[in-house]
């Protein structure tokens, strides 16, 4: 009895029992679109998130298995496809099935997609390998079977890259690719809400954002490829690292739901004061970094300053007072 009452402490205030009736609002009014649409395509073709962030991770359980009875298989990925959006033509013969793909992306956060879109599984990124694949495989609320669970296998199995067997079952059935218009209701008229922006890598104290600031989020944010930085500078020094600082915040100043994402020898990379050290990183190393959102842009323009700014040239990006924000793009 404690222990139910604890699950229940959000709703002592006002603020978490709003958030509570809001979540459950929009999870009914998914619930009622489900059964004839995919879940992925729901979200993807939604113009906002329709549930903020990471309720799209609490209702995966909720609406797939204990409501339409879908089979589930997971797996850290010990490999993975070359390109997982080429899957999606072969997914789309499945027609005995309906699919479902969530990715817990390590920067990204949860994302979902119906694999059978190929537009949808390119917003998965390069999957990454120790990283949880999650398919889910069922009939949109019908009973289902050993077939779905081949399906789910399978499914993972082409996602990590693997030779498999596929059941010929999977090609026979009225699970097609469906075009999806406004499956879920119009909101409300009234006072439009503004949608929350990506957190500014620009705010964090080193010069990137923590990583509790990743947010969760649906399968239509994109992230582009990882793009090389070849350090020009005899030695990547403090004045490279400010430069680079200033070069991000001007860049989410003037886009701020994207984020800036640093690596450095395969890893991404949370404070760049802790690594760029003077010494650590010298002439012809390359850093990498991707842009991460709905509606990219100037990402050859980021590039350009990023390789200016890790090169003798860097003093250019010092200039004005300190705080203030460079107007670059």
């Not at 809001?22 to 489900?34: S, V």
């Not at 204990?66 to 496809?81: I, M, P, R, V, W």
């Not at 779905?148 to 296998?153: F, G, I, S, T, V």
């Not at 059941?167 to 097609?176: M, N, Q, V």
């Amino acid at each position: 009895m404690v222990q139910d009452g604890a699950n229940l402490a959000v709703l002592s205030t006002r603020r978490g029992f709003n958030a509570a009736v809001r979540h459950i609002n929009k999870t009914l009014m998914i619930a009622d679109a489900l059964g004839n649409h995919n879940l992925g395509d729901l979200l993807f073709e939604a113009e906002e998130d329709p549930l903020g962030g990471e309720g799209v991770g609490l209702l995966l359980r909720m609406l797939l298995v204990d409501k339409l009875g879908y089979q589930a298989h997971s797996s850290n990925l010990e490999s993975a496809a070359a390109d997982p959006a080429s899957l999606a033509e072969e997914f789309a013969r499945w027609s005995a099935v309906d699919l479902v793909a969530v990715y817990h992306h390590p920067e990204l956060g949860v994302l979902a997609a119906n694999p059978k879109d190929s537009d949808q599984l390119a917003g998965f990124g390069a999957l990454k390998k120790r990283e949880l694949l999650v398919i889910y495989a069922g009939k949109a609320g019908k009973e289902t079977g050993g077939l779905c669970r081949q399906a789910a296998e399978t499914a993972l199995a082409l996602f990590a890259g693997r030779k498999t067997k596929i059941p010929p079952d999977l090609y026979r059935g009225g699970f097609t690719v469906k075009k999806l218009k406004k499956a879920l209701p119009e909101r409300p008229v009234g006072k439009p809400r503004k949608k929350k922006p990506l957190p500014d890598p620009a705010a964090g104290k080193n010069g990137l954002p923590p990583p509790s600031a990743a947010p969760v989020v649906k399968g239509l944010v994109r992230m582009t490829p990882r793009y090389s930085v070849i350090v020009q500078n005899e030695l990547f020094h403090n004045g490279n690292v400010e430069a680079w600082k200033r070069i991000i915040a001007s860049y989410n100043a003037k886009y701020p739901e994207l984020r800036v994402y640093i690596y450095y020898e395969g890893e991404r990379i949370l404070d760049i004061n802790a690594l760029f050290k003077w010494g650590k990183v010298k002439h012809g190393s390359s850093i990498q970094f991707s842009v991460a959102g709905n509606d990219i842009k100037d990402v050859a323009k980021l590039q350009r300053y990023l390789i200016q700014g890790a090169s003798h040239r860097f003093e250019a990006f010092l200039r004005g007072s300190v705080g203030s924000i460079l107007k670059l793009f």
